[in-house]
């Protein structure tokens, strides 16, 4: 996102994480305090995580900067920082596997967790969709994914997609910026909203392949729709978010 270009120092990025979770938690795709969200520090071979924050009693409508931590790709965090959370390797082995993603966010956004438990995918049945095409992968495991085994196997699961779905337990969407990732995020409940709508009335019809290629390609309309969606859920919550 070009407004975000020259905004990668440390100690923006853990800003521009603070901010994006507190979108994320105020458009209901966290469950209470479960959900953390990372990305690459440029030049590194470091990512920057929200903290484990349930031995300090906080949740994530508490979360500063400071509870931004460092973290290297086997999952240790600097010394006398608070530890990664438990499915750090979520993240982690996600990295190793594509290079080419930026930032990364585990949740438990509700409606696309129903479709994993139905066995159901989530289809490109509207525009903003079609970033998902031709369907989300639902990775058939419910458990915590607190090693790197289950982390490159949920890994393997999403390939090169924007997104897999755990069963019965949430989503691990990527992003080539923090802001980017959020808003797929946000794209993702929102089209299996809309294959749920769809479904009460019919049968749902997903966005034929060879009409998706291209809606969300590298160049102006990818900018056009990632900066005005960041504007408008940024001007929505910007009495909570942190200033840049």
């Keep these: 996102m070009e407004q975000f270009v020259n905004r990668d120092s440390v100690e923006d990025l853990k800003k521009r994480i603070v901010n994006c979770i507190k ?13 953390h969200i990372s990305c690459r520090i440029p030049n590194s071979d470091k990512f920057l995580i929200l903290g484990h924050l349930h031995e300090s009693n906080k949740n994530l409508f508490d979360v500063t900067e400071e509870d931004i931590v460092t973290m290297d790709i086997e999952g240790e965090t600097l010394p006398g920082e608070v530890e990664a ?23 438990h956004p509700i409606l696309s967790t129903s479709f994993s438990i139905s066995g159901v995918p989530i289809m490109p049945v509207n525009n903003l969709g079609t970033i998902f095409a031709p369907e989300v992968p639902i990775h058939d495991y419910s458990g915590q994914v607190d090693t790197a085994e289950k982390a490159a196997a949920m890994a393997e699961t999403l390939g090169n997609r924007m997104a897999v779905v755990l ?45 998706t290629d291209g809606i969300f390609s590298e160049g102006t309309k990818e900018r056009e729709y990632y900066d005005t969606a960041w504007d408008f859920y940024s001007r929505k919550y910007q009495n909570h978010l942190l200033k840049l």
């Design 167 to 211: 069963r019965s337990h949430g989503a691990t969407i990527v992003g080539s910026s923090v802001e980017k990732a959020a808003l797929n995020t946000l794209a993702l409940e929102h089209t299996a909203k809309m294959q749920l709508i769809a479904h009460q009335v019919g049968t749902p019809r997903p966005i034929p392949v060879e009409e």
């Design 23 to 35: 979108i994320l938690n105020e458009e209901g795709v966290f469950e209470l305090t479960y959900g």
């Design 85 to 107: 959370p438990g499915e750090r390797f979520i993240h982690t082995e996600v990295y190793k596997r594509r290079p080419e993603v930026e930032a990364i966010v585990h949740c």
